[in-house]
């Protein structure tokens, strides 16, 4: 590429030297032959691939762009007038020969707008990197004023209790989940306790009452033994071995309960989206997981049985 460029200038300065004559045949059929006295340009343009930072222009078509612009500003900007005043104004210098044993005359300019030259890479690039941060700032922070841990742990609650002041809705679900015949423990107990009441109301003379009294004792360890402590089913009581039975799908259903609320969250499109509201939530829930583990274990140590649960 340097030996062409080389070439064809050396060849355009033989012709714009005085005296010499271009003299060409293109069509000796048609006689299309020129004789042209005249140089082909006044003065040429030297265009560097330097600017005036680190970077430099080395891919042809940018060089081009930078070339594309000059013209442009030739005859479209208001520049033009006075770029073509100083051109005039130098025309004479740059036509004079030099003092060399071999005269030769500068016949070339050049222009500065390689050096205000912004490469379209950088460009990008700074748009990326500061897209990237936005991008970065939005996942982290989101819009806004980041909302109130507490206010939306008590919107996901709302989910599992009915009454967030007495927020019993572990219980609720566990005693509506275990049943017997269509009924949980509390309905089961009352049907009992009325079934007894009944029996009691229906006793007539001192023979009704002791054979009701006979019967009590058994009737009650049958129901105590509902309700029995126990390492194995052959010795837990019927309720708790429910309890057992019904545990693991009440987990997958508290889970997909807190990760639906966490992928809610962490949706661009909602307004408390930000991993820094969804981090604080997160850490909220756990807090009320662990205290309702707490109180839970409490209640179940003042009973006289074992706290061994886990969450």
């Known amino acids: 590429m340097s030996a062409n460029t080389y ?25 299309a032959i020129v004789q042209e006295e005249r140089p082909p340009f006044d003065y040429a343009y030297l265009v560097s691939h330097q600017t005036s930072g680190p970077y430099e222009i080395f891919a042809q078509s940018k060089l081009c762009n930078v070339i594309a612009r000059k013209i442009s500003l030739d005859f479209s900007s208001e520049l033009g ?24 005359v500068q016949r070339y300019l050049t222009f500065g707008l390689a050096a205000i030259y912004f490469p379209r890479d950088i460009i990008v690039q700074i748009a990326l990197t500061r897209i990237s941060w936005q991008l970065v700032n939005f996942w982290l922070n989101g819009e806004g004023q980041s909302p109130d841990p507490q206010l939306l742990l008590e919107r996901f609650l709302l989910t599992w209790h009915t009454d967030l002041n007495r927020r019993d809705g572990f219980a609720t679900k566990l005693e509506a ?3 017997e015949g269509n009924k949980n423990f509390k309905s089961a107990i009352n049907a009992w306790r009325n079934k007894l009441e009944r029996r009691i109301a229906d006793c007539q003379n001192k023979d009704d009452r002791m054979a009701l009294r006979q019967q009590l004792p058994r009737e009650f360890r049958e129901q105590f033994r509902k309700t029995m402590a126990g390492d194995t089913e052959s010795s837990r009581g019927i309720w708790l071995t429910r309890l057992q039975q019904i545990r693991p799908s009440m987990t997958a259903n508290f889970q997909r309960d807190i990760d639906g609320f966490l992928a809610t969250l ?46």
């Open 7 to 31: 070439g064809a200038l050396k060849e355009l300065n033989h012709y714009t030297t005085p005296g010499t004559k271009f003299e060409a045949c293109y069509d000796m059929r048609e006689l």
């Open 81 to 104: 007038p006075v770029m073509k005043g100083m051109r005039d104004n130098f025309l004479q210098q740059l036509l004079q020969w030099d003092d060399h044993p071999r005269p030769n």
């Open 177 to 179: 989940a275990a049943t």
């Open 266 to 311: 962490l949706t661009p499109g909602n307004r408390d989206f930000s991993i820094k509201s969804t981090r604080d939530w997160l850490e909220a829930i756990a807090t009320e997981l662990n205290a309702w583990q707490r109180a839970l274990e409490e209640q179940i140590l003042e009973q006289g049985g074992r706290a061994n649960w886990k969450i």
